[in-house]
């Protein structure tokens, strides 16, 4: 049992002039230069993100409301500085910022020189700026709206008493909206199939499009739903993948449950079709990872009624309190940005690709008479990364499609670090030679259910800063940021290789090819749109078509494959990613990372430790001590003068609440973050690491 040592936590950082923003250009600003100059007088957070990062996308979120209450004297700045290749395309970026709903400046910073100057070194980092042009807070990581709300009134206060604080007059912001554009879908993420609807008659005074009724007619021909995240709701379009048939979701950002044309959503990214008796009992026949809202939605096809099945519209944070108490039902658990769900025939379960922890989970929809247990965690540990073992022990990054073959093997793709994964699973007692995967019940942990012969493996993906488009023997084999899934006829796997913009193919090995040998990946298609999502389809004929979810074209794509299923073989090079070199001296090395509360705060140890430091090392010999867990932000590590360069990964949560004892009820923040840290070892170099997770 480790004991909390807060009196190692360093205090603030001093307090410095901010660096002038400096890029390849601006978005939402009209064409316009912003300078520091142009900023004085107002309260600035820059926030440096990019784009593939789910963190990044929790602090937009988190943001929303701070620029909303504080419009006249606040001012976000978006540092867009990107991880992938394909985030440095201008193009990509303000397609981004159109998607995810900037509504602020954002500097295009593809050399990192504006991340550099203000010494960032993980996505994603806040820095605020007083008026008089100070840098007066620097934070990593997600978790900090409350810390933020209280810095900013703090600075309201202090610099309307000096007379420093200019607010912003009507339309005299730097923000200026881009055009708006419209149609039929908006960054569509994935799509599936849907069944015949039942033979009834549409209702008196049908509005077409809009009703939530469905079309027999239209749906006897195989009609489309699509989640069309743009939108905040769901399409369904006829055969021909462009006639909107009708629309669930009122198109406003929101959680909202009712009719199609009340409920709302945030971003959703994934569905799936339950079994035809399973919807019978459960009420509901599609299942959809409410993304921005954390939450998973039920939608009644006859309808159009949605529910929200699992989630309470909070983000659940890693080391955060512990989670509702899943007696309490599926409602009371957080989840944390589902991305994608499957109906996973083998197990009876809805599996969750829960891209905001890095983990995959299952919902029994079945269980509780019907209405559903509680999800929980099946694989993952939560830590960011690529490890292969037990669904215990694997680490993910950011878990985004799934698909199950014919032997009940999921596939996964694992955006973040570029990978097709594979999780196998045998219930407890199974060995091998004995036929059949007999389902196990889940019981109160479905993690249970996993016996030892269970497992995570990589098909493709070398880890989180290597990535590129390279076809050949799969071990060699590289992808970019790959979102979508699909198993094709001959068990093969079609893989929507998002930041490539192509459509790659992973051939297992054969039954008779020696142990150890590679699988094959080669590329179906090319020049494609941020490709996110496929659909399989097989004609009478054995001719198979791949119905491709072009996110960034907003469209989907029909495209017919090769009957060889071959395609090309392909290298347009191997990336990693470039980001600025740490130096670091050989011997003992002081890593600091700088937590202060905000005012009105102090550490919450209640319930244990309210600090946490995790360390580790790619090369592992890169640190020949101070690796591991434990609670205290301060840890004296021993470099290993033999190994030249490396990366150093760090993650650390810090917790605490209200300081006022007079509160019987104290409300309570988590502020928590990865960092990966590469480091070159000199002679001489620095004694001390400092990483601000909030100073």
């Known amino acids: 049992m480790f004991t909390t040592d807060v ?34 007088g107002k309260i600035v957070v820059l926030d440096f993100w990019t784009f593939c990062c789910i963190n990044c996308l929790h602090v937009l979120d988190e943001l929303r409301a701070l620029e909303a209450a504080h419009r006249d004297v606040l001012v976000i700045v978006g540092v867009h500085s990107p991880k992938f290749v394909h985030e440095a395309d201008p193009v990509a970026l303000a397609a981004a910022v159109e998607r995810y ?43 900090h709206a409350h810390n933020l709300e209280v810095l900013v009134g703090e600075l309201v206060a202090e610099h309307a008493a000096k007379g420093t604080l200019r607010p912003i007059g009507s339309g005299d912001g730097p923000y200026v909206p881009p055009p708006a554009h419209s149609s039929t879908l908006r960054f569509p993420a994935k799509a599936i199939r849907l069944p015949p609807a039942p033979a009834v008659p549409a209702p008196t005074g049908d509005p077409g499009a809009r009703t939530g009724s469905r079309s027999a007619g239209s749906a006897a021909t195989g009609t489309l739903l699509v989640a069309d995240a743009g939108h905040h709701s769901l399409a369904e379009l006829a055969a021909d993948g462009e006639t909107l048939l009708r629309r669930i979701g009122s198109g406003e950002r929101g959680l909202a449950d009712g009719g199609p044309d009340e409920a709302r959503f945030a971003e959703p990214n994934g569905l799936c079709l339950l079994p035809d008796d399973v919807a019978a009992r459960v009420g509901y026949d599609v299942v959809v990872a409410d993304t921005a809202n954390h939450a998973l939605r039920g939608v009644r096809l006859a309808d159009g009624a949605v529910t929200t099945i699992a ?31 499957l109906w996973w025939p083998q197990r009876g379960v809805v599996l969750v690709a829960m891209a905001g922890n890095h ?67 045998r219930p407890p007692g199974w060995e091998p030679g004995i036929p059949g995967l007999a389902a196990a019940a889940s019981g109160d942990d479905p993690a ?22 390279r076809d050949g023997p799969a071990d060699r084999a590289l ?34 090819a020696p142990a150890g040998t590679p699988g094959e990946v080669t590329t179906l298609a090319r020049d494609l749109a941020e490709p996110s999502g496929l659909l399989v389809d097989v004609h009478d004929d054995g001719s198979i078509d791949l119905l491709v979810v072009e996110s960034a074209a907003h469209r989907l794509t029909r495209l017919r494959l090769p009957a060889r299923l071959a395609g090309e073989i392909l290298d347009h090079g191997a990336h990693r990613t470039a980001r600025p070199v740490s130096e670091i001296g050989a011997g003992e090395l002081r890593l600091d990372v700088v937590f202060t509360p905000a005012t009105g705060q102090k550490y919450d140890d ?54 006022d004892p007079a509160i019987e009820y104290p409300a309570c923040h988590l502020a928590q973050q990865d960092w990966g840290v590469p480091v070159r070892v000199v002679d001489d170099g620095p004694a001390v690491l400092t990483l601000p997770l909030h100073g």
């Not at 660096?19 to 978005?27: A, C, F, I, P």
């Not at 249970?448 to 800063?465: I, K």
């Open 7 to 40: 009196t190692t936590t360093s205090p603030r950082l001093p307090r410095v002039r901010a660096s002038e923003l400096v890029g390849r250009g601006w978005l939402n600003t009209g064409g316009r230069t912003v300078t520091l100059a142009d900023l004085r």
């Open 101 to 143: 709903e900037v509504h602020h400046p954002v500097l295009d910073d593809p050399e990192l020189a504006t991340w550099s100057a203000y010494s960032a070194r993980a996505w994603p980092t806040l820095v605020v700026i007083d008026p008089e042009g100070y840098i007066v807070g620097h934070m990593a990581g997600e978790g």
């Open 311 to 341: 989630g309470t519209g909070e983000q659940y944070l890693v080391g955060g309190s512990e989670n509702g108490d899943r007696r309490d039902g599926a409602r009371a658990v957080r989840l944390s940005s589902p991305w994608d769900v």
């Open 359 to 425: 983990t995959l989970w299952e919902l029994d929809v079945l269980g509780a008479h019907g209405h559903g247990t509680a999800p929980g965690r099946v694989a993952g540990t939560m830590n960011e990364g690529l490890l292969d073992g037990h669904p215990s022990d694997a680490w993910f990054a950011q878990t985004s499609g799934l698909a199950v073959d014919a032997r009940g093997a999921v596939w996964l793709a694992d955006s973040e670090v570029s990978a097709l994964r594979r999780l196998e699973w």
């Open 448 to 469: 249970e259910a996993y016996g030892e012969h269970s497992a995570v493996t990589t098909a493709v993906g070398a880890g989180l800063f290597d990535f590129g488009h």
């Open 479 to 512: 992808l970019q940021h790959p979102l979508g899934v699909a198993v094709l006829p001959d068990g093969s796997v079609a893989i929507a290789d998002t930041y490539n913009g192509a459509v790659r193919r992973y051939a297992p090995p054969g039954a008779d």
């Open 606 to 659: 209640r319930y244990g430790p309210s600090t946490r430091l995790q360390v580790s090392a790619t090369p592992p010999e890169l640190l020949l001590d101070g690796a591991g867990d434990d609670v205290a932000l301060v840890r004296t590590l021993r470099v290993n003068p033999a190994v030249a360069e490396g990366v150093l990964h760090v993650t650390a949560q810090a917790a605490s609440c209200d300081a």
